[in-house]
């Protein structure tokens, strides 16, 4: 039963600004999800401001341990992804433990990856690429966001795929990775379509792929191959994204912020900049917090044993 107190303050909630915590830098699909989740969570939320909050680093681990040692008040949520499954499996001394030590929130959306090049590259389709990459072999620089990011559990299995090892340069997030690619110092990533979909579109990176099983429906998108079309027979990478606050916070905010959270994600302002990216909005049916948690310990499952298999870990 809800004490009073819990009780009345659940009714006045939220008093104050919420701070959501992106575990990578500013400007990149992570930041992006939730700079604009954030504007349609205002109304919902009855207006109140919701602060942003980068914390790069460790492939999202820094940001999200931070999260865990949080106040469960109410006023610290993490927008976070796939990377909550993946860190289990990559770090032997990661500062928090996913299932326990967080209250899930809600999914958010799925989102395609394409595999993208520098301007400069001496490939115009996926079959060059593969033959460049073949005669590279040694000398390829593949850009991620760190152990347990998205980008680098695509890089990784795009490298194991084609059984090439590249030298992988990590970034606090791919928005400054995609800085250098723009720039030509590193040679090829796997990023989200939130933040490849415009460079894409300005001629400013080669696009090869999609990492999906299924062609995008993205205008300027739809015409890349799957890398399942293109030889690499079963890849399928989609990044997920939810929402996530300290273990412990009122059941009463929970709910509160899901029912928001359910009312943001068919906001038609949000939806359009989603989708305009290639971004797919997930139903109500997964804007829930014991469904989603089921489902990351089933990614927990799933990625754990192909990442253990790749023998790459961080102590
Ligand atoms: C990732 O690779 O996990 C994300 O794309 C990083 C980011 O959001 O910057």
Not at 119 to 124: Q, V
């Amino acid at each position: 039963a809800l004490s009073f107190a819990a009780f009345s303050a659940a009714a006045e909630y939220p008093e104050k600004p919420i701070t959501v915590v992106v575990p990578f830098a500013a400007g990149g699909p992570t930041d992006k999800v939730a700079r604009d989740l954030a504007e349609a969570l205002r109304k919902p939320l009855g207006g109140q401001t919701i602060v942003i909050e980068n914390v790069g680093g460790a492939g999202g681990t820094l940001g999200a341990a931070k999260v865990a040692k949080a106040a469960p008040d109410g006023y610290t949520f993490l927008l976070h992804h796939i990377g909550m499954a993946t860190a289990p499996a990559l770090y032997r001394n990661l500062q928090y433990k996913t299932l326990e030590d967080f209250e899930y929130v809600g999914m958010i959306n799925e989102v395609p990856m394409t595999v993208i090049g520098r301007s400069t590259l001496p490939a115009n389709n996926y079959a060059e690429l593969a033959k460049w990459l073949d005669a590279n072999k040694g000398k390829i620089n593949l850009a991620n966001a760190g152990l347990g990011s998205a980008s680098h559990l695509c890089g990784l299995l795009f490298q194991q795929s084609l059984k090439i090892d590249m030298t992988t340069v990590p970034y606090k997030g791919t928005a400054p990775a995609m800085t250098d690619l723009l720039g030509g110092q590193v040679d090829i990533m796997c990023d989200q379509t939130t933040n490849t979909t415009n460079q894409i579109e300005a001629g400013k990176v080669k696009a090869f792929a999609v990492t999906t099983t299924k062609r995008l429906t993205t205008p300027s998108l739809a015409k890349l191959p799957t890398l399942d079309e293109s030889g690499i027979k079963g890849f399928n990478v989609s990044i997920w994204h939810g929402l996530y606050a300290p273990k412990g916070t009122p059941k009463a905010v929970l709910d509160k912020v899901n029912t928001a959270l359910k009312a943001a994600l068919k906001d038609p302002e949000f939806i359009k900049r989603e989708e305009a990216l290639g971004a797919v909005i997930v139903t109500d049916a997964r804007v829930n917090g014991p469904e989603h948690k089921k489902f990351v310990e089933a990614e927990i499952n799933k990625w754990g044993p192909v990442i253990k298999a790749a023998g790459q870990y961080a102590d």
